[in-house]
């Protein structure tokens, strides 16, 4: 609420790169803008990923640029089609489409040529050394480091070898390419760099026409200058590459493309690095890449979370230069305001207990219309059945009340709610004394919108109709971490060391039939309990619903 106030007094303030962009605009030095979203077919898109996606899709959208979607696909070890048709899935999921899909293999041979052109200037030679040894010589931040005994091969010779790689006469790792800058550079990066590696492996693309494969330094400024990309958004750490992105674009007096580092996204209770993500399919500690405790966009989307709330999230979180722990119970937030507002609402009991009003007609069904969505009273509604016995929530219940329970106690009234008010008049307790049933009367004077006067009653809850009650399986998901800031797992202990034993809990509900005719496509509220969606492995005779997020949180925004 607040922040819609401040929205409406206060234009937004432009974040930098957005400044970056305006001035670029302004001063002409770009037409138009182009980006890129330069995922790595290595694994399934996480939250951090979606908001790359949010800022170089969102960037290009505001100021009526483009986007392409480039794979970078220049490891073939790791990367497989499943993983390149998934990422297109969750682009579209969050609402935006690119230009062109393209895929860094697709410069396999202009890269190639390049590196020829550099060996011939004298700029690149072939390094017989291992992969140790090329570690060692390349020194440290305080010490320069030492030639490869292999740096002054003649133009010729590097020629033949470099040609000889590509043909595949040598084994991997016998030999590499390497640029030719400066040993004693300040910056390590400018310390020869690899150009380009032997990897005997099929490439999900390019079949086995290359055994060696370009380095990301390599092939990355590259492939955004034959794009003609204007601005070249990436995270952080990729800021010390930066001086030889530009090296390589300049020394092939290619079209010039800028790189801009912005901060990564860290949540609180999340990790999001592929690797151990990866990891946890593996080992079966969660039930695949979409399983929805995960932080990929398939795991959240399988939760319930929608592409509006993560694209609100992202746009609150804004961009920073400066890394920092996003809290996730914003992200929270995000799914339930953008939940409350849409979302369909149906009563679902989850922890039952049997209620029989004593003065219902016996076979009496009574139907009631109830709104979807109490912010649309008047909007679409669905029908409710009310009969003689009923289930309640244990917990809406209290025999030894203290004053201020305002639900059901002996001798007590509560309205059911879009219906009559009832009294519990006997509490039926089983030969160890637990409530198992409590006989109640109604009131039928208290019919919503019947032509009796509007009588209150402190307490509402939520019922379902024992006949026509549908069983539900229930996934009750929670953090599946219980250490708020994972970059600081200790040196003697493992992530997985810190994972929740209780990130999901199984349930049963007991639902009113229409919630299994729902068609909104999007996660539901269980009326005050929690936010709901089915889950893909539902069937009618078996309805899984996951828990998205709980329907209330103290928390509340900056
Ligand atoms: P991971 O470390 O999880 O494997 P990655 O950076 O290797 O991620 P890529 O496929 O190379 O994954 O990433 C594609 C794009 O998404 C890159 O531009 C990268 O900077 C960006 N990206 C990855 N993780 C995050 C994050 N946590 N926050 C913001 N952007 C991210
Ligand atoms: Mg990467």
């Known amino acids: ?280 399919v593996q080992k079966e500690i969660v039930s695949g890449w979409d399983d929805p405790r995960m932080p990929t966009l398939c795991g959240v989307r399988r939760r319930g979370y929608t592409a509006e709330a993560l694209k609100m999230f992202c746009d609150k979180i804004g961009v920073s230069k400066r890394d920092q722990l996003m809290d996730i119970q914003l992200l929270e937030w995000c799914v339930r305001q953008d939940l409350n507002a849409r979302s369909n609402r149906y009563m679902v009991v989850q922890d039952p207990l049997k209620v029989t009003l004593t003065n219902w007609p016996a076979g009496q069904v009574e139907w009631f219309d109830c709104p979807l969505n109490p912010a649309d009273p008047d909007g679409a509604k669905r029908k409710v059945p009310f009969t003689g016995e009923l289930l309640i929530d244990k917990a809406d219940f209290m025999e030894d009340a203290p004053k201020k329970f305002f639900r059901l106690k002996p001798d007590g009234e509560v309205r059911l709610k879009y219906t009559y008010i009832i009294k519990c008049n006997e509490v039926v307790k089983d030969a160890d004394g637990n409530v198992v049933e409590l006989k109640c009367t109604y009131d039928p004077t208290t019919r919503p919108g019947g032509s009796e006067e509007w009588r209150s009653v402190k307490g509402t809850i939520h019922w379902v109709s024992t006949e026509f009650a549908k069983e539900l399986e229930l996934r009750n998901y929670d953090r599946l971490f219980t250490l708020a800031d994972m970059s600081q797992v200790p040196e003697d202990k493992d992530y997985k060391d810190f994972l929740n034993p209780d990130s999901l809990v199984m349930g049963k509900g007991w639902a009113e039939p229409a919630l299994l005719e729902d068609k909104s496509g999007i996660a539901v509220q269980f009326e005050r309990t929690g936010y709901y969606f089915r889950d893909k492995d539902s069937t009618p005779e078996h309805p899984i619903f996951n828990k998205t997020v709980a329907l209330k949180d103290s928390y509340k925004p900056e």
């Open 1 to 280: 609420m607040e922040e819609n106030v401040n929205n409406a007094t206060e234009p937004k303030k432009l974040n930098f790169l957005e400044e970056i962009i305006e001035k670029d605009l302004a001063e002409g030095k770009v037409e138009s803008i182009m980006t890129r979203f330069p995922p790595e077919p290595n694994g399934y898109l996480h939250l951090g990923h979606a908001k790359s996606i949010c800022l170089n899709f969102g960037l290009a959208q505001k100021y009526g640029g483009k986007t392409n979607l480039r794979y970078d696909d220049t490891n073939p070890v790791k990367e497989d089609v499943e993983y390149v048709d998934s990422i297109k899935e969750d682009i579209k999921w969050l609402g935006f489409q690119w230009d062109k899909e393209l895929y860094a293999s697709d410069y396999f041979d202009q890269l190639y040529q390049w590196a020829e052109d550099l060996i011939k200037r004298g700029l690149a030679y072939v390094d017989d050394q291992t992969q140790e040894e090329i570690r060692a010589g390349r020194g440290t931040v305080d010490t320069p480091g030492t030639d490869s005994p292999y740096r002054n091969r003649s133009v010729e010779e590097n020629l033949k070898l470099f040609r000889e790689m590509r043909d595949g006469k040598y084994a991997d790792g016998e030999k590499v390419l390497r640029a030719k800058i400066d040993m004693a550079h300040p910056n390590m990066m400018f310390r020869d760099p690899l150009l380009y590696r032997i990897k005997h492996a099929s490439h999900h693309r390019t079949g086995d026409k290359w055994c060696i494969y370009p380095m990301y330094d390599y092939t990355h400024g590259q492939c955004d200058s034959i794009e003609h990309i204007t601005h070249s958004i990436c995270t952080l750490e990729f800021d010390v590459h930066r001086p030889l992105y530009d090296w390589f674009i300049q020394t092939l007096g290619i079209y010039p493309s800028h790189q801009y580092e912005f901060a990564r996204l860290n949540l609180t209770y999340t990790l999001m690095s592929k690797r151990k993500l990866l990891e946890l």
